[in-house]
């Protein structure tokens, strides 16, 4: 086929490109669906408790995700700093995941037991106060609002219809487990759980 004719020919660049798009799909990333490493938990990973779930929505709600990755590569620069990088098996439990693309803080993947909870609160509630250059915005509502765990329940049936092994204790429980606690003591109870299983290898 002559070069110059797919080039000056739109449809048929167009029916071209998909053919190669779809053949590179084929190829690369369907093949890891029916792998066990990318689709079966690490050892030792368990569902989010009441508490850190409510913890990961705060997170999510407060647009940490945006600024923090979850998603150390294996790279020498990384794995220095951060610890083992992340294994899909990781994730599995995790809709939606929150791996990320930006880091205009830390890569946040195997913070947790990195710092204390009384260093988490200090850094949430006003960040220059343990590191003085930071641009992260302080968080002192956190420290007022109360959970109520109205939701919880709900959030973790949810969650086991697509695959997380939540039992029916888990749900239960998840409403007593939350009412009453600060949202904080959410968000740090689900901070210091990242990265725990896989934060002393190399």
């Known amino acids: 086929m002559n070069h110059d004719f797919v080039e000056k020919n739109l449809p048929t660049l167009m029916i071209l490109t998909v053919v190669a798009i779809s053949f590179g799909f084929l190829v690369e990333v369907v093949p890891h669906f029916f792998l066990k490493e990318t689709t079966q938990p690490i050892k030792g990973l368990k569902p989010y408790t009441a508490m850190q779930l409510e913890g990961r929505d705060i997170y999510i709600r407060e647009g940490c995700n945006v600024c923090h990755s979850q998603m150390i590569r294996p790279f020498r620069a990384e794995t220095e700093r951060y610890g083992h990088y992340s294994v899909a098996g990781e994730s599995v439990y995790d809709h939606p995941f929150l791996w990320g693309s930006k880091r205009t803080g830390p890569d946040l993947a195997r913070v947790g037991g990195r710092y204390s909870d009384e260093w988490q609160r200090a850094h949430l509630y006003n960040p220059r106060d343990v ?34 092994p939540y039992t029916d204790e888990d749900i239960e429980g998840a409403k007593e487990a939350v009412r009453g606690h600060k949202e904080i003591d959410a968000l740090v109870e689900y901070l210091q759980n990242l990265g725990l299983l896989l934060k002393h290898k190399r």
């Open 131 to 164: 590191v003085p250059e930071s641009i992260m915005p302080a968080f002192p509502w956190l420290f007022e609002q109360e959970l109520d765990g109205r939701y919880t329940a709900d959030k973790m049936r949810a969650l086991r219809s697509v695959g997380v």
